[in-house]
């Protein structure tokens, strides 16, 4: 029942969700939907001009898996420029980047926790409380905005 979930991760949401062209009403606009992996697929390999390889890696998929995405994110914004559509910018299958990374002093155990998890009480390897905030955050956090795809595990030990 349960496909296969590739973890695609994104830094950020699109400060705007919605580009549409000039002088033609939205009524008689046809739009492309552009996911919101493919609008990070593009932002890493066009606009940081990262190889696919760690654009792949930063996403954590494959890089085939990200060559999809990307060709996919230029289909859609070529058939919106060449045939005069609105872009619309949201859903797709994607993770948030934003995790609370804590660590522990005494056995320097680190382990990450998405937003609005509430704060660990204790290391969960050594039960310590001497436990505190680390500043790097990063990693998949699971995101349950949008039309409710982000199933799955992710964000298991980022190096
Ligand atoms: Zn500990």
Redesign the pocket.
């Given at each position: 029942m349960t496909r296969p979930f590739k973890c695609r991760c994104i830094k950020s949401e699109p400060q705007i969700g919605y580009f549409k062209p000039r002088g033609i009403p939205l009524t008689s606009l046809e739009e492309v939907n552009l996911t919101l992996d493919e609008f990070e697929a593009i932002r890493l390999a066009d606009l940081e001009g990262l190889y696919q390889e760690e654009a792949a890696e930063k996403m954590k998929v494959s890089r085939q898996t990200f060559g999809n995405i990307i060709n996919s994110a230029h289909n859609k914004i070529a058939e919106a420029i060449i045939n005069a559509k609105a872009i619309k910018i949201e859903g797709g299958v994607y993770k948030m980047t934003n995790m609370r990374k804590f660590k522990?002093?005494?056995?320097?155990?680190s382990w990450e926790l998405p937003y609005g998890t509430g704060r660990p009480q204790v290391?969960?390897?050594?039960?310590?409380k001497?436990?505190h905030r680390a500043e790097e955050d990063r990693g998949c956090a699971r995101t349950n905005r949008s039309s409710g795809y982000g199933r799955g595990k992710c964000g298991r030990a980022i190096k």
């Open positions: 522990c002093s005494d056995c320097n155990h290391c969960p390897e050594c039960k310590s001497n436990i």
